[in-house]
Nanobody
Framework: QVRFVESGGGLVQPGGSLNLSCVASVGISNLDIGWFRQAPGKQRDMVARISTGGRSWLYADSVKGRFTISRDNAKNTVYLQMNSLEFEDTAVYYC?????????WGQGTQVTVSS
């Protein structure tokens, strides 16, 4: 079963940028992958999704125009470039399969936007 390891989070000021990475334990070239986030006290929501070939994307309205999802199938890695970060982007970010995420989630990576 595929497992994911997320990294790249940190503390950033509003307007700043971060690039998150999601490394899979097995090849993912034939799988759609999504980035999700969960803020304290809130449910986990998908923020971006990328198709197997990397030519189709889907973004939550709240991140459109600011976040970009991409993938490198040769490295079993999916990225999330986050620009113009806002306080509301503070959350733990995870990656998982789409459209049906695995029951088991990685540890996630914390993104904190604070001045």
């Amino acid at each position: 079963q595929v497992r994911f390891v997320e990294s790249g989070g940190g503390l950033v000021q509003p307007g700043g940028s971060l690039n998150l990475s999601c490394v899979a334990s097995v090849g993912i070239s034939n799988l759609d992958i999504g980035w999700f986030r969960q803020a304290p006290g809130k449910q986990r929501d998908m923020v971006a999704r990328i198709s197997t070939g990397g030519r189709s994307w889907l973004y939550a309205d709240s991140v459109k125009g600011r976040f970009t999802i991409s993938r490198d199938n040769a490295k079993n890695t999916v990225y999330l470039q986050m620009n113009s970060l806002e306080f509301e982007d503070t959350a733990v970010y995870y990656c998982n399969l789409q459209p049906t995420p695995l029951r088991s989630w990685g540890q996630g990576t914390q993104v904190t936007v604070s001045s």
